[in-house]
């Protein structure tokens, strides 16, 4: 699982190989779930209110830098790392 990002113990990946439409994985403790990169809306999974707050606003921040991520894990690339949430 490339990691791609990682801030107040969450965890921000995305797969290679992984199916469409484009979308990052985020773990925080025993909560899991799965992000659209266009709506950023959880399309799978639940995260508390807190986290989702959290998540929403670095995803927000770094959307293109999300699209530039997936395409690179499409083309089996090297994925660039993205700056924490602070």
Not at 33 to 59: C, F, K, M, N
Not at 64 to 84: G, K, N, S
């Amino acid at each position: 699982m490339p990691e791609i990002s990682r801030f107040f113990g969450i965890i921000v990946a995305i797969f290679y190989e992984d199916h469409p439409p484009a979308h990052f994985h985020v773990r925080y403790g025993s909560q899991q779930a799965i992000v659209a990169i266009d709506t950023l809306q959880v399309i799978e999974g639940r995260l508390s209110p807190r986290v989702s707050g959290l998540v929403l606003e670095w995803a927000m921040i770094h959307r293109l830098e999300l699209v530039r991520a997936w395409e690179q894990a499409r083309r089996r690339e090297p994925i660039d790392p993205i700056d924490p949430l602070e």
